[in-house]
């Protein structure tokens, strides 16, 4: 595989009238491992069956300064022989300029959509495989290949088998068994993530490759490497295993910490630090998902919603609280902070995988609000307790992060007008001041104006 590496990553450099059509197997934006491993793997496979004028070329869907904080993703690369210098990393390579070319094909192999930022990709996506909640509309143009098995990589490992077995050799087999067995919790049922088809091809590259490391070693090594995160700032935490996704004037990050909630949110000075974290990278959310295990290997999950404003917060806690399919069953877990709240997830079979459609529907949902009352921005600025330099949607303009009173960003006026005389009333409502307008009151008046200019909405909540 390292012969193919380099002459994929070769096929780059060379001059564009040169350069052969490029097919890029290209994983999702969290780069985890079974990203990774089913990226190299069936982009080897397309070379062995690709005509001339295609090159098939795997890229990690990172920059390559970010791959250090995949640690487990650096073992298996090192325990199979593979170095860091053949990979083609996001940033190395122009996909949008090659598409515009016309010399891009594209098979997404561990998601099945292209994020907004890539849209204009779409028409380059020859086929997918992938083992989440199908979003893709379907089309004759681009096979779709979409089960919800435990690893993507047991897709991957299916497809060689059947179309192309001579691919298999030790160190593809070890890639590809090392992944099923970290995704699948070392194929324990109680942790509700093995398949039968999963066990079907684990067992399969064992029977096929004796010599490969023992099951429960591997596991264990590569579980180690994963939850190391030692030395590593708030930041690189998050990064390390994260997802975006988007919906009207949202934009957040969905990131797996590897390490119990009650440590993570005991790290000093960690709202100042996700307040900084969602300026740097414009996010307006930020849903942390912290997982532990047992020594049975039984997964502990939990769960933070963080942002400066109330209403992106708490909209986002109820719908995650809210949520039957699948029913998180969270339980408040005590937070530090006021801008983070924190819950035990007692669903404990319910990875991101599971938790992502949740978050997904309820950005939908937000926008087609947002289509229907008109602007909300305006609610996402009336707190900002981490950060008053929040524009209208959340997004930044100061990189000033200090704690702040909870009006503040709200205009006051200090001159309130002297009370007119009327010898009809006695007083007046400003004598005390302009009234305070709550948050809540104003999306209740929105939510009313709305439902009587449109007696036809059906809808119970929302507008």
Not at 363 to 369: D, G, H, I, M, V
Not at 409 to 425: A, H, K, R
């Amino acid at each position: 595989m390292e012969a193919f590496l380099r002459s994929s990553r070769e096929a780059l450099t060379s001059p564009a009238k040169e350069r052969p059509g490029l097919h890029v197997v290209l994983g999702n934006e969290a780069c985890d491992l079974d990203s990774v491993v089913s990226a190299l793997t069936f982009a080897y496979l397309l070379s062995k069956s690709l005509d001339p004028v295609k090159v098939a070329v795997p890229v990690l869907n990172i920059p390559r300064s970010e791959f250090p904080l995949r640690t487990d993703s650096v073992f298996l690369l090192r325990e199979c022989g593979l170095p860091q210098d053949v990979l083609v990393f996001r940033d190395e390579v122009d996909l949008h300029g090659l598409h515009k070319a016309k010399q891009l094909a594209l098979t997404l192999v561990d998601h099945n959509v292209l994020p907004s930022g890539d849209s204009d990709l779409e028409g380059a996506v020859v086929e997918v495989i992938d083992h989440h909640l199908v979003e893709r509309k379907p089309s004759p143009s681009c096979p779709i290949t979409v089960e919800t098995v435990g690893s993507c990589a047991t897709l991957v490992t299916e497809r060689i088998a059947q179309k192309a077995p001579e691919v298999f050799d030790e160190q593809v087999a070890q890639l590809l068994y090392g992944t099923i067995v970290l995704d699948c919790v070392n194929m324990a049922p109680e942790a509700g993530k093995v398949t039968p088809k999963d066990s079907q091809y684990a067992s399969l590259l064992e029977s096929r490759f004796p010599n490969l490391p023992e099951r429960g070693t591997l596991f264990q090594s590569l579980q180690n490497a994963r939850f190391d995160v030692s030395g590593l700032s708030t930041e690189q935490m998050l990064l390390k295993d994260m997802k975006a996704a988007s919906g009207g004037d949202l934009k957040l990050a969905v990131s797996v910490v590897y390490m119990q909630m009650e440590a993570f949110l005991q790290r000093s000075g960690l709202q100042q630090e996700l307040c900084e974290f969602c300026h740097k990278h414009k996010y307006n959310l930020l849903v942390t998902m912290t997982i532990s295990f047992s020594e049975n290997n039984e997964p502990f999950r939990q769960l933070a919603v963080y942002s400066s404003s109330t209403v992106y917060r708490e909209e986002m806690s109820q719908a995650l609280e809210n949520a039957q399919n699948p029913n998180l069953d969270l339980s408040p877990l005590r937070s530090p902070y006021s801008d983070i709240k924190a819950y035990n997830q007692r669903n404990t079979v319910a990875s991101r995988k599971k938790v992502l459609p949740i978050i997904k529907e309820f950005l939908r949902s937000w926008e087609k609000r947002i289509a229907q009352c008109g602007n909300l921005d305006d609610l996402g600025e009336l707190e900002g307790a981490c950060c008053p330099a929040m524009e209208k949607g959340g997004q930044y303009h100061s990189h000033q992060c200090d704690a702040a009173p909870e009006d503040a960003g709200i205009e006051e006026d200090s001159q309130v007008p002297p009370t007119p005389m009327n010898s009809l009333v006695e007083g007046c409502p400003l004598d005390n001041g302009f009234p305070r307008i709550s948050e809540e009151a104003i999306v209740e008046k929105i939510i009313k104006m709305a439902s009587e200019e449109d007696p036809d909405d059906k809808e119970p909540e929302g507008c």
